[in-house]
């Protein structure tokens, strides 16, 4: 279980040049630790909407991807050779380094993403030892769908089509529906 408590939450509006910086800095992690463990790396994080990042129920989220990549290893016998949990104002942050071929890890996660009840709010990024992340289209499948309407997320996205409370409203939905089950 990863050590982000949810209690813990920034819950505090985060600006784009924080976002910004944020992304860079995972970049140079991702290389730092590609660099160190010379293998498959997963990278973490949630889709949330909105300028608050780190919430209760974005590390609530979190915490049940973890375990959800903790399962899928131990279903496919992937050693992990390390691991570490990143809670950040700009939203919790996950690496797994692991001793497996990329390709069979990005197909295990993107089946994950489709088909878990809470895997549309998951980013689960997979890098080869090289550093290039292997993508959706690499293996096929279309973009992402929207929260809301099941058009291309990056094209609701860019359009500003949905309201920010629709989306949030649209993902404490689908945590809760998960929790029912």
Not at 36 to 50: A, D, F, K, N, Y
């Amino acid at each position: 279980m990863p050590a982000v408590s949810p209690v813990l939450a920034a819950s505090r509006a985060v600006s784009l040049p924080e976002l910004l910086t944020s992304r860079e800095s995972r970049q140079t992690r991702q290389r730092a630790w590609l660099a160190r463990h010379h293998c498959t790396l997963i990278s973490l994080t949630m889709v949330v909407p909105g300028a608050v990042k780190d919430s209760v129920l974005s590390r609530e989220l979190f915490c049940l991807a973890w375990q959800a990549l903790e399962t899928l290893s131990q279903q496919h016998g992937w050693g992990w050779l390390a691991w570490r949990c990143l809670p950040q104002d700009t939203g919790c942050e996950g690496l797994i380094a692991l001793d497996f071929p990329a390709q069979a890890i990005k197909q295990a996660t993107l089946a994950l993403e489709d088909n878990h009840p809470l895997g549309r709010l998951w980013d689960i990024d997979v890098l080869d030892a090289g550093g290039t992340i292997l993508s959706r289209r690499d293996f096929g499948l279309p973009a992402r769908r929207c929260l809301i309407c099941q058009q291309p997320a990056n094209l609701c996205s860019r359009e500003q089509k949905h309201g920010t409370a629709q989306l949030l409203s649209q993902m404490e939905s689908l945590f809760y529906a998960a929790a029912d089950k």
